[in-house]
């Protein structure tokens, strides 16, 4: 008499059952992206921008056109969809379609987490029933500008520390108030710009003594994960070092300030019991 026993399934069936429900998540997962895919232009566009953000990659690419993978390598690929930003796209939104027989071109814009909306063209080409895209353009990106080569940031950092120490010997920031990102124009005046280093005024401290002596970088300039250029570093000057820290965005092709700050530090070691050195305060912007 054959028995059968209740509980738990034999090694090697428990190991049949499990292959069995991955192949069964796998054809429904493909199932499901097939349905996307053949229904209208935006759904497959949708599909593939959410394969993005789901970190998806080499589902998205092997989705696309054959034409597509042709001309575009997988590396390329991963590399043009982080450098435009569509892995970290939070919604995406269509306004202009336009579809002939087995091609379809869609118009819109996606949301990236820091509240920027980016345009975004997505072209489509039927291969069967399902729509599979051809490629796509961002105008804009979010991925880090450009890293500008050390003697263009020597340069730019020369000019900008010499248009601060005109601002403070003429205790008028005008022109280099000219010269800062047009957000943080929205948000300071030229007086407020100059009363963030009243201390300067106050003690009637002369800076035009740095013009004549060497600049130091350090550390080395990088680009920060807010996309703007962090530079630091100092004039050894005597009897106090000049030290100074300013962040610049690119806008439209120009770096321009978004913070400066600006400090004295004494060369000579300072007893614990002296007052520590005076910081000027300056106004640090905080990237959206």
Known sequence: MKSVRAGRAAPNQRMRLVILGIAFVALVGAAVVMWVLRGRPETAADAFVQQLTQGQMDAAYLGTARSFQQ??????????????????????????????????????EFHVPDGR??????????SGDAWRVLGFQVTGTTGPPEMPVPTEVQQLTDQIMRQFVLATSQRDFSDLYKNIATRWQQEITPADFAASFKEFFDDDLDLTRIVDVPMTLSPRPSIDRDRALDVQGFYATTPSRVHFHLRLVDESGAWRLVSLAVRLDPMTVTPPSAAPPRVAPAHHHRGR
């Open 117 to 126: 909306a980016l345009p975004i063209r997505i072209d489509l080409g039927k």
């Open 71 to 108: 001309a575009t390598s997988g590396q390329q690929f991963s590399h043009i969809v982080q450098r435009t930003g569509l892995d970290h796209a939070v919604s995406t939104t269509w306004t202009g379609r336009e579809v002939r027989d087995d091609a379809a071109t869609l118009q819109g």
